[in-house]
């Protein structure tokens, strides 16, 4: 596609219910990212995909959430008994190369609502 | 701890005036940096970036300032139009990692 692609765009679910949050990376892209960006606040990062394995999950904020990319091209997001707190817009970006340093393209973003 | 700042959540410019949107950071290991543009219901688009070996970068109506010694970078837009509105952010990165660390923005608004 021409862009990072991200579904759905919007998501409510009700606290402690899981839920998957997909990204479609530019295609040829081998770096993969999700941030998330609560209200007012400026995107932070979760995790770093390269190719395949998860080359730095530090962001992550606990064992709840985890995220995969089995075939180093789509990847999803997912969160285990949600709570009100993981309310907040989850934004994929992909970059086209290996190092350091390149600029990352970023999808619409998925707003998660926890109700 | 906010290692990327920008303190000026909103500003106001008339059409055709320059537009100063500032950053600030605290970790001397960030190694490059970003401005990334973001209109509402819309992904962050890349817009400039700079590395440290570099004190500015141009493009366009954009221009990137880095003073490493104060840890302060600024972008310029001039002249500012009224589809520059939006929301702009910085981001940093440090040698070798690939996570970007963002301030929180500053919303800017062109007047016609």
């Known amino acids: 596609g021409a862009g990072v692609s991200q579904t759905p765009s919007n998501k409510v679910t009700e606290k402690g219910k899981y839920v998957e949050l997909r990204c479609d990376p530019i295609?040829?892209?081998?770096?993969l990212y999700w941030y998330r960006q609560s209200l007012g606040q400026g995107p932070e990062f979760l995790i770093y995909f390269q190719g395949t394995g998860a080359a730095d999950d530090s962001g992550l904020p606990n064992d709840r959430f985890f995220a995969v990319r089995p075939e180093g091209s789509v990847s999803t997001l997912k969160i285990q008994r949600t709570e009100r707190g993981d309310s907040a817009v989850y934004l994929c970006?992909?970059?086209?190369?290996?190092?350091?340093?390149?600029?990352?393209?970023f999808g619409q973003g998925t707003r998660l609502t926890v109700v | 701890d906010q290692q990327v700042k920008q303190n000026s959540p909103s500003l106001s410019v008339q059409e055709g005036r320059i537009s100063i949107l500032n950053c600030d950071y605290t970790n001397s290991m960030f190694d490059y940096f970003l401005w990334y543009k973001k209109y509402p219901a819309e992904g962050p688009t890349f817009l400039i970036s700079i590395s440290s070996i570099k004190d500015k970068n141009e493009d366009g109506r954009f221009t990137v300032f880095l003073n490493k010694s104060a840890k302060h970078l600024s972008l310029h837009i001039v002249p500012s139009q009224p589809g520059d509105s939006a929301v702009y952010f910085c981001?940093?990165?440090?040698?070798?990692?690939?996570?970007?660390?963002f301030g929180t923005g500053t919303r800017l608004l062109v007047s016609p």
């Open positions: 981001a940093a990165s440090e040698r070798g990692f690939q996570k970007l660390v």
């Open positions: 970006a992909s970059s086209p190369r290996q190092g350091a340093n390149t600029e990352a393209f």
């Open positions: 295609s040829g892209h081998t770096a």
